[in-house]
Antibody, heavy 124, light 109 residues
């Protein structure tokens, strides 16, 4: 059974930093691209970032480019999101999600499994 | 960047109704479109991809169609568990920028 469990969320002041983690199990983690998607309070879904299976290719939404860094440790079946220079508008539940298709070096974007999310609140 | 719109933004329906939700992309996305369902307090769930391919385990009352810029999600014989918010998502962009639509909330009439 595929499981994705996010952690690392919390309250942080504007301008601060936070590192999110996602622990994966139930599938061959290194073969699948992984994404982060967020959802602000009462708002819709916003794709944040994606990383290829081997980690060589990463892509970001314009709203987080230059502030957020996605990475993965395939030896530990873990996905990460390093978030710097946080703003109030980054307040959201952050989900990690698995790509439907296996791909070591490219990404597809169809997200077939999602974690339950971790809440990040940026406020003074 | 490719922009996605959905209509309506919300609708009220009854159990047993047929429901249709429309998604429009700002440019041709060549069927690179997925639909997700999100119930309150839950993570999104993949329903369809490639515009019309049903994800494993999803009931056949869900179907998708469309091409080019215009796509449709149809739910035949609405069930109580189908009251939720539905999002379309394009995954056509190069480099990848996976845009979601704003969502359509389906609630009980």
């Amino acid at each position: 059974e595929v499981q994705l469990v996010e952690s690392g969320g919390g309250l942080v002041e504007p301008g601060g930093s936070l590192r999110l983690s996602c622990a994966a199990s139930g599938f061959t983690f290194s073969r699948y691209p992984m994404s982060w998607v967020r959802q602000g309070p009462g708002k819709g879904l916003e794709w944040v970032s994606v990383i290829s299976g081997r980690g060589g290719n990463t892509y970001y939404a314009d709203s987080v480019k230059g502030r957020f860094t996605i990475s993965r440790d395939n030896s530990k079946n873990s996905l990460f999101l390093e978030m710097n220079s946080l703003r109030a508008e980054d307040t959201a539940v952050y989900y990690c999600a698995k790509d439907l298709l296996m791909n070591a070096d490219y990404v597809d974007g169809v997200l077939d499994y999602w974690g339950q999310g971790t809440l990040v609140t940026v406020s003074s | 960047d490719i922009q996605m719109t959905q209509s309506p933004s919300s609708l009220s329906a009854s159990v047993g109704d047929r429901v249709t939700i429309t998604c429009r992309a700002s440019q041709d996305i060549s069927n690179s479109l997925a639909w997700y369902q999100q119930r309150p307090g839950e993570a999104p769930r993949l329903l369809l991809y490639a515009a019309s391919r049903l994800e494993s385990g999803v009931p056949s009352r869900f179907s998708g169609s469309g091409s080019g810029t215009d796509y449709t999600l149809t739910i035949t014989i609405l069930q109580p568990e189908d009251f939720a918010t539905y999002y379309c998502q394009q995954y056509y962009s190069t480099p990848p920028l996976f845009t979601f639509g704003p969502g359509t909330k389906v609630d009980i009439k």
